[in-house]
């Protein structure tokens, strides 16, 4: 069926700031959406409160509205704007909820506007635990056995018909919030009273748990017609009482009999179609017991989930972008598949490689956090990684994580007790994959590790595999004795050239030598939907070690874009949206834009934004062949954070040119010590400070400028490890644990401002002139990690000569520092005495801001001063204020209830949200600037 020409203008809900559980592939999700219903003519209206996404951008709507996600905000954008349809699958719980509450006060009857994608009684049915099981039962499909609960007391009548272990499940909840496995009765009333307290509607379920069952995940969707495909089957490495955002998960299903596979397929399609009528997405999970391959359904989400962008990742084929299309009426095989273009949407993707997912945690930005993973999600990101067999996937998974690890292993970060070992794998946390293979190491028998951890055996065979080639290697005394078969099936299995120095007792450089000079390179293979059976042509890469390279460079000159990697506290979705606005620029200039990221949640990944994307990890020996294949002009580092910062040495080192500012002047901005003496032979004032190599010279330096100080190590991100310290005591405990974690690092201590203003700069120099973008000033005072301080565009209370003085400073440090592109410049002003900081030479957490506050293309401009083809006097930058923009941080202290919620230099806040005012009247304000001066009382 054609599409619904009664449909022409759509509006789209987001998802809202990063939070633990609802991250950026809902970013990746709603620009997809958009961009598909604006190829069909349809105007496209969209509403998000956060300013660091790709969606709420004018490239990928109509009209944008940065505005909270609320009724009210919707009743503005419906009285504005003449809206036939609301599209809420594409912003996560949030935009299902806001859905409702729309739908219960009458709001899309009012207008009458249409639910596409999913209807209201598909959203109560799969949200309200106790229909969703009736639903499962009537349609004869099995479900653990439960009881709801909307008090206290039928909690506990619950708990004795079931009995335990059993798990407490809130509904209308995100990522798992409040929900707990209860082992034992003396933990139930406090688990039961959490799961009342965090459900909107104070409703559990109480259900048995199924402890040791293997998890699955199906991605499907169905057209107008009853048309049903699946897209991917993912299989979580971890059994079941672990949030899937927190499991490792791999595709194609590794470990499923094509019986339980059929049946799975089959259930999953019968629970679709019983939710209703709506055309669009729909994610199912199941769980399967091991031993009879019995299945239930665990839960069913009507809307594109975290999975949703995986699994596109995966396949290469746009769930998001396809959804809304059924959601506007076409079938299934009316739609043509985007990477072959010859055959249609109905067509089933066919993998004949490996994905790997791994989560990544930030436990140390939450001291006091509880490490065990459970039902309710703890990591912050992810990366996603392909080969062409399970281990080397999960090897790549692990150098991608940006946590120092070469791969699985091998690396020096072994654990050598076996107590402690066998501790972290029966209690599942954020190492257990590493501890997996340290207990193979040290014999401990498979059947006990699966006993232990209920991981199935397959995946644990795959990883003695490793652990029996490593106790072969390690035999020999050079790499002259590998023969070439043997390093090359540990190429194929992932391994580093890094992890085989290791285990050779050799230098990385001394590996990488020889494997080349034997001829063992990687090859590139393209990730066409259909494992090659039909023709495609898609610019999507991975690497692994094959005879073929289907990857061929261009004549074109080429610029290389380095992603941010995996999301973490202090390097969020802002990173991306510097990273596509980077390639936008540069595909303009009529460079071939490439782009290298590993994070499957984001728009930088999606295989139609770059000409050529490599989804690799942001890891140099990976980059090196990449780089050798393409030989392109040059790399952009100063978009993907620290991740692409960090390997501005290596790059200097071998020659290989930086786009904009230098490696020489990016490090002496990153190396506080040596921008401190900047900062005095510039004539800037800055904190007296000292630079320690030990705790016996860091205390002398603190003695010398008197407590308190701050301490915090060089080429660090979000405040990594950043304290303040009032005396010697806590000054050599944290001096100690720098070194301990950071042993190559150097010690800054400063003198801290107390009861300062903080204030921040983002501007842009080609060379000879600064722009300033923005000018923020802070409502916490200095001393709280700018990352977790709201801010406002423009200043509110600063003086105009304080205001003049820093404007001086930055124009100053930018000519000084040679930028050529982007820098941030952050002050303390205390009095009438502005003080330097730090400064960033490179894109920053609050350029996204910026832009999104003033209507400027900010990151385009940037990208075309770095690439040398426009100086600034080339654009007629003209912002566009709309009186006060506020960045307000967020946080996820709700997933670590016990932890230290204090504020101070070390960054905690998961996402931020932007809020406009149009004076300093706003009660909204005023309540920020009451708090600000209560801050500075203290």
């Known amino acids: 069926m054609p599409r619904d020409k009664s449909i022409q203008s759509v509006l789209i809900i987001g998802s809202g700031p990063i939070i633990i559980g609802q991250a950026c592939e809902f970013d990746y999700s709603g620009s997809q959406a958009s961009r598909s219903l604006r190829e069909e003519g349809i105007e496209v209206t969209l509403i998000n409160s956060n300013p660091a996404t790709i969606m709420t951008d004018p490239v990928t709507a109509d009209h944008v509205y940065l505005l909270p996600l609320t009724v009210e905000s919707i009743i503005q954008i419906l009285e504005d704007r003449s809206i036939d349809a609301v599209l809420p699958t594409m912003g996560g719980q949030t935009a299902l909820n806001l859905c409702i509450e729309a739908d219960k006060q009458g709001v899309w009857e009012k207008y009458d506007v249409r639910l596409i994608g999913v209807d209201i009684d598909a959203i109560e049915l799969t949200e309200n635990r106790e229909a969703f099981r009736q639903l499962m039962v009537r349609i004869e499909l099995g479900v653990a056995p439960s009881f709801i609960a909307n008090s206290f007391l039928e909690g506990k009548e619950a708990a004795q018909k079931i009995g335990y272990p059993l798990v407490i499940r809130p509904s209308y909840t995100l990522g798992g919030t409040g929900g707990s496995f209860v082992h034992k009765e003396e933990e139930f009333d406090e688990a039961l009273r959490r799961g009342l307290n965090l459900s909107p509607t104070h409703e559990v379920l109480v259900e048995k748990a199924v402890l040791g069952w293997k998890e699955f995940e199906l991605e499907l969707l169905r057209d107008a017609n009853d048309n049903v495909v699946i897209i991917c089957t993912v299989e979580n490495l971890d059994p079941m009482g672990i949030h899937t955002g927190d499991s490792i998960t791999v595709a194609p299903a590794m470990t499923l009999s094509d019986t339980a596979y059929q049946e799975m397929r089959d259930q999953a399609i019968k629970a679709m179609r019983s939710l209703g009528n709506f055309a669009g997405g729909c994610n199912i999970q199941f769980a399967q017991n091991p031993e009879t391959e019995e299945l239930i359904v665990i839960e069913i989400n009507p809307r594109v989930s975290r999975s949703s962008a995986l699994a596109s990742k995966a396949t290469g084929y746009p769930i998001a972008k396809i959804a809304a299309k059924l959601a506007i009426g076409y079938y299934l ?152 078969a043997q390093l090359r099936e540990m190429k194929e299995l992932g391994y580093s050239d890094a992890q085989i120095a290791w285990m050779l007792r050799i230098e990385e450089e001394d590996v990488r030598t020889y494997r080349k000079q034997l001829g063992i390179r990687r090859t590139y293979k393209m990730v066409d939907t259909c494992a090659a059976e039909f023709e495609a042509s898609t610019p999507y890469f991975y690497s692994t070690f094959d005879t073929e390279n289907e990857s061929i460079p261009s004549d074109k000159k080429k610029i290389i874009v380095l992603g941010s990697g995996p999301n973490r506290i202090g390097q969020g979705i802002e990173f991306d949206y510097c990273c596509v606005h980077g390639i936008l ?343 920020l600037d009451r708090q600000r001066n209560m801050y500075l009382a203290r």
């Open 585 to 927: 620029a540069i595909k303009e200039m009529g460079y071939e834009a490439i782009m290298v990221n590993c994070n499957p949640e984001t728009v930088s990944t999606d295989f139609d934004i770059a000409d050529k994307l490599y989804f690799e990890p942001v890891f140099w020996e990976h980059l090196e062949e990449i780089i050798e294949l393409e030989k392109p002009e040059g790399i952009i580092v100063q978009l993907g954070g620290q991740t692409a910062l960090k390997l501005a040495e290596t790059f200097h080192k071998k020659g290989i040119p930086i786009i904009g500012t230098d490696f020489h002047h990016m490090d002496l901005a990153e190396d506080r010590g040596a921008f401190s003496d900047l900062l005095k032979e510039l004539g800037i004032p800055y904190p007296h400070y000292g630079v320690a190599h030990d705790a016996d010279e860091a205390l002398r330096i603190a003695n010398k400028i008197t407590y308190p100080v701050l301490v915090r190590p060089s080429y660090v991100l979000g405040g990594q490890r950043m304290r303040i310290v009032i005396n010697d005591t806590e000054l050599e405990r944290h001096v100690l644990s720098i070194f301990k974690h950071l042993p190559d690092n150097k010690v800054l201590v400063d003198q801290f401002l107390d009861r300062a203003k903080e204030a921040e700069i983002d501007a842009i120099c080609d060379g000879d002139e600064v722009h300033i973008m923005g000018i923020m000033e802070h409502i916490e005072p200095a001393g709280v990690h700018s990352g977790d301080s709201s801010a406002v565009l423009p200043t509110y209370s600063l003086s105009v000569d304080a205001v003049a003085t820093m404007v001086d400073y930055t124009k100053m440090l930018a000519k000084a520092l040679n930028i050529k592109g982007l820098i941030n410049v952050q002050f303390a002003i205390k009095g009438d005495q502005v003080y330097v900081i730090e400064a960033n030479p490179r894109a920053s957490r609050t350029t996204p801001f910026i832009a999104k506050a003033y209507q400027v293309p900010y990151l385009q401009i940037a990208t075309k001063v770095m690439m040398g083809t426009h100086k600034l006097k080339d654009f007629n930058i003209q912002p566009r204020p709309t009186g006060f923009a506020i960045k307000v941080p967020v946080f996820s202290f709700d997933k670590f209830p016990n932890v230290d919620k204090n504020l101070g230099p070390e960054m905690k806040s998961t996402g931020e949200a932007i809020y406009f005012i149009k004076d300093l009247s706003d009660p909204y304000f005023r309540e």
């Open 333 to 484: 095989d009316e739609l043509k598949n985007q990477i072959t273009k010859t055959t249609s949407a109905y067509f089933e993707p066919t993998l004949d490689y490996v994905i790997v997912k791994m989560p990544r945690w930030n436990f140390d930005k939450f001291l006091g956090s509880d490490h065990r993973l459970g039902l309710q999600m703890k990591s912050v990101g992810e990366v996603m990684a392909i080969g062409r067999n399970f281990l080397e996937a999960l090897q790549k998974a692990c150098q991608s994580l940006e946590n120092n690890r070469m791969g699985l292993g091998a690396d020096h970060k072994d654990w050598v007790r076996t107590e402690d070992v066998l501790a972290n794998l029966e209690a599942p946390n954020e190492e257990r994959i590493f501890r997996l293979k340290d207990a193979l190491r040290m014999g401990v028998p498979e059947k006990t590790i699966h006993k232990l951890t209920y991981i199935d055996p397959w995946f644990i065979k795959q990883i003695k595999r490793l652990v029996t080639l490593e106790e072969n290697i390690m035999r020999y005394n050079s790499i002259e004795e590998v023969s070439e």
